[in-house]
């Protein structure tokens, strides 16, 4: 499984980055962490002509926590997640979903930026994007953008990026202390990508859920928002009752694919017990 | 035969993981040879079709190509593998071709071979080749009644049907006061072994060199040196360090003719790698069986008969040992159990898939399964404690030598040897502290049902006609060990050295043992079916004796004394009142030969007890505790015995939960890496206990050995269907079908709620 | 393409293409063969070296990646007069049969121990989920690495 032939090129900046991606018509790809992109490159599934690494780039590698927010450089590591202090206060779903992803080694090459741009529908960053409504960062030819998680990922391993654009940042909007939250994963090993999944975390407001957020992965052709099981808590006392609604709305909203691992009616299920689990783990408060 | 035992039993530390551990092993991918080539082997991506033409041209031209074979390179005639095992001339027609020849049966079948300066060359090159093959219906399941013949000339994608019998079957289940009949499947899966196969081979006008031979290179040389028209003696394989086999890996596959055929065509030294995409379609798969089986009983649980049909899906032709598994399963049904009445059917069916051969336990984990499973049903039904059901089955002491099935055609006939399965079952129980542990069966706690099983198995080990063994003895006082038992990672350098070493009483550490290659010895067998120990080390313990003798005979003449009265001690010989050193004695090295034949099979057994926690929501089933005793006759080395029984239960766990080959109904295998085939990793089963013990020592080798290595994985589909049974009882969960993956369990769940609530 | 970079403490250069690993540059370049392939799609960790201490797939790694980094192999963690205290451990608990997944195990256990001496047996497990062994059925790999902690309880940063 020897790599088809590319050619590489290391550039210092990010203008340079783009102008060589621009230079090749959509026949270039970046590599970072390469952990996604290597293997399929052995598969011979993708054959591209040039690889632009962002190895030398400097500033895409920040973990910043202020006031507006968590940012993300694309060029973060899981491990570097795994190892800011500050982080499992600041953000504690992000570094738990972080917690699942791959396995050792991968984590201390894979990063956030390629995680995003990759866009597996079972995948945990992209999951925590969609779930706390993040904010993306995109350089292109045309200068920077801003895209909303909900518009950036547009299908199975599909994404609003175009050829000759670079992720360079992701922006979760702050985190208040005390939010109650959860997530809950179901993979057939340890590291395995998620047969289903799901994030949540809400508010509550005199003993009722409010403004709760759900996102699921695993279940569609990209992580998913459950806006209808949301309208399904919201104002609502978390009781066993709630619990069995939304997972009823679970069942209804979402229409998995079958595959090879698992039927649409299994994962279907497998959602709403996930849902059901992780509000009863977010009732003991972290 | 006086063996001193001080080395023999002892968990001697292994030499070989002195250069394991460093990264100083020589597997074949680190064989290097001057003026070497790459192959890569362009296979067919479609299951079934006639090969009408190849157009390599354009491929020719990419720099660094250096030739492109196909069929007509190499043989007018393509040579066909033969069955090593059970070869019936029933199944000739079924021997696969060395390269495609007029068709192509399954995805994966070699169609050319890519000769270049690298491997990545060689890959850029198969884009570039041009294969014509039109496209015929695809066999994939039995439900689709022969829609395409692979075989036209035969007329029925069935190459055979087996049959297993014993006693008077329709005479049993016609008086008897219980009768169920069930179907089961088992999944199709195989061996996995990590480092995938290769070969380095290099002509030089004269012989040819192979290196990366495993297992059965004897009988892989004859087949190769005729396949090329070459003499023996004009072809060599060499083993070098092995990356696992379990029974599949060294055996005769098309590239073990087509990279030496390439070295003899090209002139150059030719290297091939598999990779692991290729090798999970090129190398056996195995297990696929279906079958429809009924149990006979009086109603005090007393099994009477097994009578039924088996099918196992055997891929696209039949290869060295294709035939193992099929008949296995039919005869080894009883297993340890007293079963008198036996009628099995057992029929190999082709498909358009990989081919299919031996995989630790061949045959038996399937059936295993099936009986297994037959017993908790029968328990149930005639409200029988599901563990005094098989103590009033168990093979008793006293009923040894027993017969087993015999298995028609190329027939064979066998009897467990010796065996106390009573008391192996007792202690099983025991360790795994059945008393404690049976208040969680059925239970609810924390969201997981909890679940028991139990179940006994045999190992059959040491078949195959003969071994030999060479040891030369040179006047320094250092013993070489030349075997023909081949080692796959079972640590043979050091059992066969601490069996030499209580046997020729040359000091441990004087001792080298080299094997698996053919200029080791003249004929030898190799290791397969758990028979290393016993073949291998009985040759050394005859060659041994008759060392010891030719040593003694040399010393009485120089010491003016009887034979008998010399003794043999450390590096001198002593006779009368004096004494010489061997280096003395010895003034060219003594080479002794000697060959030990068995025509009894061994019988290690044992009882495996599990403990398990299912999640109705996922389907998950934990594996909290898991004991396995096994009974060996006589341990050489604890250790790796341990080893190896921890290993082939967790292989089994991998069978019994999460390893599938799925094809989809074009012939397609859709789980082609190693992210879609699920190896056990080491958070998966993380409380494992294995016991082995020397019961009942075997009394047909003068080891008192038996094989063992295999027995780990055997009862292990069984025992999880019944502990996930056990757990789900108040639904009355019966899987039938393995793997227990946690879809499959979910779904039992779920139609197991709706049917009780209609 | 050149590359160098430090392998096992000696500065070391090869000529290698873009698409070249570092798995394939290791074994064929540089001969150090103690790093096995298995799978060379990122799953299986036989591959495993340490870049700058931390345990990596080599195989999911282009060489020209590995310029000017530090990389040590399963060779720069052995010596030649005695085993090491994990390689000992490895061999007392009978931690290998093939001995093929075994480099992949040594670099990563190590890389694991330098780093977290106190790790305990669920995360040894957890971490060791990400490299495939066949013939142990893990058990004694768990139980060498546990024995091996008390070697690196106050050792820091050692390669």
């Known amino acids: 499984m020897k790599l088809p032939a590319f050619d590489y090129a290391s550039p210092a900046s990010l203008e340079e980055a783009v102008a060589l991606l621009a230079s090749r018509s959509g026949s270039a790809k970046i590599i970072s962490g390469g952990q996604s992109l290597v293997p399929m490159l052995a598969f011979r599934l993708a054959a591209p002509e040039l690889l632009v690494d962002l190895k030398r780039l400097q500033g895409l590698n920040r973990i910043v926590i202020a006031d507006d927010g968590v940012r993300l450089g694309a060029k973060v590591r899981w491990c570097e997640i795994d190892r800011d202090a500050m982080l499992q206060g600041a953000h504690p779903l992000l570094v738990e979903a972080v917690r699942h992803v791959a396995h050792y080694q991968i984590r201390n090459r894979g990063t956030v930026g390629g995680s995003l741009a990759h866009a597996d529908p079972a995948a945990e960053m992209p999951g925590i994007a969609i779930t706390c409504e993040a904010e993306l960062t995109i350089i292109g030819p045309q200068g920077q953008r801003v895209d909303k998680a909900s518009d950036f990922f547009t299908g199975s391993l599909t994404t609003s990026l175009a050829s000759d654009e670079i992720l360079t940042e992701i922006k979760l909007p702050p985190w208040p202390a005390g939010r109650r939250w959860a997530f809950l994963e179901f993979a057939r090993r340890r590291g395995d990508f998620a047969m289903a999944g799901v994030a949540l975390f809400y508010e509550l407001v005199d003993d009722k859920i409010a403004d709760i957020h759900i996102g699921a992965i695993g279940v569609g052709d990209r992580p998913l928002r459950l806006r209808a099981v949301e309208a399904v808590l919201n104002g609502q006392t978390l009781d066993d009752r709630a619990i069995e609604a939304a997972a009823a709305a679970v069942r209804e909203s979402v229409d998995p694919p079958s595959d090879i691992y698992a039927p649409a009616e299994y994962r279907r299920a497998l959602l709403a017990t996930l849902l059901a689990r992780a509000l009863r783990q977010s009732e003991t408060g972290r | 035969m006086r063996i001193a035992n001080s080395y023999i039993g002892q968990p001697i530390e292994r030499t070989e993981d002195l250069r394991f551990l460093r990264g100083r092993g020589t597997y074949v991918a680190d064989i290097n040879r001057p003026r070497q080539l790459t192959a890569v082997i362009l296979r067919s991506s479609i299951a079934h079709g006639r090969l009408n033409g190849i157009d390599a041209s354009r491929a020719l031209q990419l720099p660094g190509v250096h030739r492109i074979l196909t069929a007509k390179d190499f043989d007018t005639e393509i040579p066909r593998i033969a069955l090593r095992l059970q070869p019936l001339s029933d199944l000739e027609p079924f021997h696969q071709p060395m390269i495609a020849d007029q068709k192509v049966r399954y995805v994966g079948e070699p169609v050319a071979v890519v000769v270049a300066e690298t491997a990545a060359i060689a890959e ?14 695809v066999f994939v399941s039995r439900e689709q009644a022969d829609a395409a013949l692979l075989f036209e000339q035969h007329g029925t994608n069935c190459a055979i049907t087996w049959k297993a019998l014993r006693g008077d079957a329709d005479a049993a289940f016609k008086m008897a006061e219980y009768v169920r009949r069930e179907r089961f499947k088992v999944q199709r899966h195989a061996a996995m072994f990590m480092e995938p196969r290769g070969f380095v081979a290099d002509w030089d006008g004269q ?69 692991r995409r290729e090798h999970m379609i090129a190398a056996n798969h195995a297990r696929e069986v279906e079958c429809e089986v009924e149990i006979a009983a009086t109603r005090h649980g007393r099994v009477l008969g097994l009578r039924g049909q088996i099918w196992s899906d055997v891929g696209a032709y039949v290869r060295t040992n294709g035939s193992v598994g099929p008949r296995n399963v039919a005869q080894y049904m009883s297993g340890p159990y007293a079963i008198e009445n036996i009628e099995l059917t057992s029929s190999m069916l082709l498909t358009n898939k990989t081919p299919t051969g031996t995989y630790r336990g061949p045959g038996r984990f399937e059936t295993d399964f099936i009986r297994e499973r037959m017993l908790d049903l029968v328990a149930k039904d005639l409200n029988i404690d599901p563990l005094e059901l098989r103590r009033r089955n168990l093979v008793a002491d006293r009923q040894m030598p027993y017969p087993l099935a015999s298995i028609t055609p190329y027939d064979s006939s066998t009897e467990l040897d010796s065996g106390d399965y009573h008391a192996v079952f007792d202690r099983c129980l ?126 009485a003449k120089r010491l003016g004394c009887a034979a008998e009265e010399v003794v043999l001690d450390g590096e001198q010989a002593r006779g009368g009142n004096r004494s010489i050193a061997f280096a003395e004695l010895i003034e060219v090295p003594i080479e002794i030969e000697a060959e030990f034949f068995n025509n009894k099979q061994t019988w290690a057994y044992g009882t495996h007890a599990a403990h398990v926690a299912v999640d109705p929501g996922t389907g998950h089933v934990k594996v909290l505790d898991y004991m396995a005793v096994e009974d060996v006759g006589r341990t050489i080395n604890p250790a790796t015995l341990h080893g190896q029984a921890i290993g082939s239960i967790v292989q089994g766990l991998g069978g019994a939960f999460l390893e599938h080959l799925v094809y989809d109904e074009n012939g397609q295998l859709l789980t082609g890496s190693f992210a879609d085939y699920l ?80 | 393409m050149k590359v160098e970079f430090e392998l096992n403490g000696t500065r070391v250069g090869a000529d290698v293409e873009a698409r070249t690993t570092l798995a394939d540059c290791i074994r064929d370049q540089l001969k150090q063969t103690g790093t096995h392939l298995a799978c060379e799609h990122g799953v299986c960790g036989a591959c495993t070296v340490l870049m700058n201490g931390q345990a990596v797939r080599s195989c999911l790694i282009l060489a020209v990646q590995a310029q000017g980094e530090r990389v040590v192999t399963v060779e720069g963690l052995s010596r030649d007069e005695s085993l090491t205290p994990l390689q000992a451990a490895f061999r007392k608990h009978h931690a290998l049969q093939c001995g093929f997944c075994t480099p992949g195990f040594i670099t990563t256990a190590h890389a694991l121990l330098t780093e977290e001496p106190e790790a305990d047996e669920e995360r040894i497990r957890d971490v060791l989920s990400g490299n495939l062994c066949r013939c142990t059925g893990y058990v004694p790999i768990i139980q060498a690495v546990l024995e091996a902690r008390s070697a690196y309880a106050h050792k820091g940063n050692e390669e």
């Not at chain 2, 850029?124 to 219906?137: G, K, Q, R, S, T």
């Not at chain 2, 190992?459 to 006047?475: D, F, M, N, S, Y």
């Not at chain 2, 020592?697 to 019944?722: D, F, Q, T, V, W």
């Open chain 2, 430 to 555: 025991a360790e795994f502290d059945w008393k404690t542990k049976e208040q969680f069966s059925g239970r609810l706690i924390d969201g997981y049902y909890h679940g028991l099983a139990v179940g006994s198995f045999i190992e059959g080990g040491a078949a195959g006609p003969k071994e030999q063994a060479r040891l030369v003895l040179e006047p320094d006082g250092t013993l070489s060990v030349y075997l023909g038992s081949s080692s796959v990672g079972q640590g043979l350098e050091t059992i066969m050295a601490q069996i030499a070493a209580d046997a020729t009483e040359v000091p441990y550490e004087k001792i080298r043992v080299l094997h698996g290659s053919t200029s080791h010895v003249k004929e030898g067998y190799g290791s397969y079916h758990s028979r290393a120990t016993v073949m291998g080390g009985s040759a050394i313990l005859l060659a041994a004796e008759k060392l010891k003798q030719s040593i003694k005979a040399s010393a």
């Open chain 2, 207 to 275: 012989k040819l060199t192979v290196w990366g031979a495993a297992k059965t290179a004897w009988y892989n040389r004859r087949l190769l040196a005729a396949s090329l028209r070459l003499p023996i003696e004009a072809v060599d394989l060499v083993e070098v360090d092995v990356g696992g086999g379990f029974g599949s890996r060294g055996e005769f596959y098309p590239e073990d003719y087509l990279i030496p055929a390439a070295a003899k065509v090209i002139g150059r030294p030719v290297k091939w790698n598999e990779d």
């Open chain 2, 124 to 137: 850029d090159a198969l884009d570039y080749i041009a294969v014509d093959i039109e496209p015929l219906p």
């Open chain 2, 679 to 758: 190896l056990p990793t080491a958070s998966d089963f993380p409380k494992i206990r294995s016991l082995t013990v020397d019961l009942k020592p075997c009394p047909n080798n003068p080891l008192g050995a038996k094989g063992g290595g295999e027995g780990g994985i055997i009862p292990i589909g069984g025992i999880m269907a019944n502990a996930v049974a056990d757990a789900l009882k108040h639904l009355n969960v019966q899987p039938m079908e393995l793997p227990l993956s946690p879809p499959r369990v979910w779904a039992l769940v779920e139609a197991a709620k709706a049917q009780l609530a209609s």
